[in-house]
């Protein structure tokens, strides 16, 4: 520990007496406190205008922080992620600026009443970790912008008035929420909001007041249906439904002037609304694992549109305006009921091209199209030489 010492000190040479001692003695607690040894400090520090600014000690098997942390008083990036800590110190607070802290996979079920000190917090990463209760000190951090604490076992959120005014990302992933409080609503400077793998049952009607949100993400949850307020939500580019109980999307939702991407796979809808060509600017369509019977005309006329999934449905035909998709990159149709294609189909020229994110070409696996026309299946086999292989024909 000596060496990890003096190492310190001869990054550190210019620094006042006084700014040296405290820095050196805290960073030397810490790692001694968790019979960590050092042959080289820099991996774990970072420094400005001769004091530590960021200590970077994640995977090391810390069990505690000692009291003396509170002397770093110059730190703004703390990583700690990945230890085994279970609580942490009422020192923490003296750490006022602090602006990144990651805490993630940790034993922590609490946070000590100092932590709202930390008043120029902008990040904090609290995921991984052993919460059954929101920490209500978060409320208090006003400077806050990004707040993760998914993979715990947090059953409510219900921010107050003024509490994290500024706050932009909200992760609230794999957690067991039964409600989403209308209060989410005073969180008015959301862009994204995750809530991921939890057993909510409904969204509330203020949801439609987050006008600055840019992405939705209920993924995995007991959802029935949205509220017709959604369509105000007129920033939204990312909507996210998949592995719902949704029965049907809301006419409002063509409202939704800038949305790029509709992820509603594995629910429950039956149909997909005709005011769906309202939304122009919609790239991605993806609406897998539903009862769909039938594609409305109006889906063709959508110009931006470069993906659909529409596998694992029941559809026995496709719109010959397909046609129109002429931006198409990636179609999926396998595992429907499908027995025949448009000859039109036939000059989407762009299919099999490098999509965004979602992949890239033509799926027709499991349907019934035993007998195509000599052009369709000359098309089919210029992606999948052995698509007919998977087809049912009797």
């Not at 978060?138 to 008035?161: A, G, K, Q, V």
Request: proline share 5%.
């Amino acid at each position: 520990m000596r060496t990890t010492v003096l190492m310190l000190v001869s990054m550190l040479f210019f620094v006042g007496a006084n700014d040296f001692s405290a820095d050196s003695m805290a960073v030397e607690a810490i790692l001694s406190s968790n019979s960590i040894e050092l042959q080289d400090i820099h991996q774990i520090i970072d420094s400005a205008n001769g004091r530590v600014t960021g200590l970077h000690l994640d995977s090391r098997g810390i069990t505690v922080l000692p009291q003396e942390i509170s002397q770093l008083d110059a730190l703004r990036l703390l990583i700690l992620s990945s230890n085994q800590l279970s609580t942490l110190p009422q020192e923490i607070g003296s750490l006022r600026q602090l602006t990144q802290l990651r805490l993630e996979n940790n034993l922590l079920s609490e946070l000590p009443a100092t932590f709202s000190n930390l008043f120029n917090l902008t990040t904090l990463y609290l995921n991984h970790n052993e919460f059954s209760e929101y920490p209500d000190v978060i409320y208090n951090l006003r400077e806050l912008r990004e707040l993760s604490l998914t993979h715990n076992r947090i059953d409510s959120f219900s921010p107050d008035s003024g509490s994290m005014p500024l706050l932009r990302y909200l992760y609230l992933d794999n957690n067991v929420l039964s409600t989403l409080a209308p209060q989410i609503a005073l969180l008015d400077s959301l862009r994204v909001l995750s809530v991921r793998k939890n057993d909510l049952a409904t969204l509330p009607p203020a949801i439609g007041n987050l006008k600055k949100l840019h992405k939705l993400d209920i993924t995995g949850n007991r959802i029935s249906h949205l509220p017709e307020t959604i369509g105000n939500l007129l920033h939204l580019q990312y909507l996210h439904l998949c592995e719902n109980l949704v029965t049907s999307i809301p006419a409002s939702v063509a409202s939704l002037e800038n949305l790029r991407w509709l992820y509603a796979n594995d629910n429950r809808l039956p149909s997909i609304p005709e005011s769906i060509q309202e939304i122009t600017t919609l790239e991605l369509l993806a609406v897998s694992g539903n009862g769909i019977t039938r594609l409305p005309q109006a889906l063709v006329e959508l110009p931006h549109l470069m993906a659909i999934d529409l596998s694992h449905n029941n559809l026995a035909s496709i719109p010959e305006g397909i046609a129109e998709l002429k931006q198409l990159t990636v179609l999926f149709l396998g595992h429907n009921n499908l027995s025949a294609l448009p000859e039109s189909i036939t000059s989407l020229v762009k299919l099999g091209q490098i999509g965004e994110v979602y992949g890239s070409g033509l799926d027709l696996g499991a349907n019934m199209l035993c007998n195509p026309s000599e052009a369709v299946q000359e098309w089919a086999d210029s992606f999948d030489p052995e698509w007919r292989n998977s087809q049912t024909c009797r």
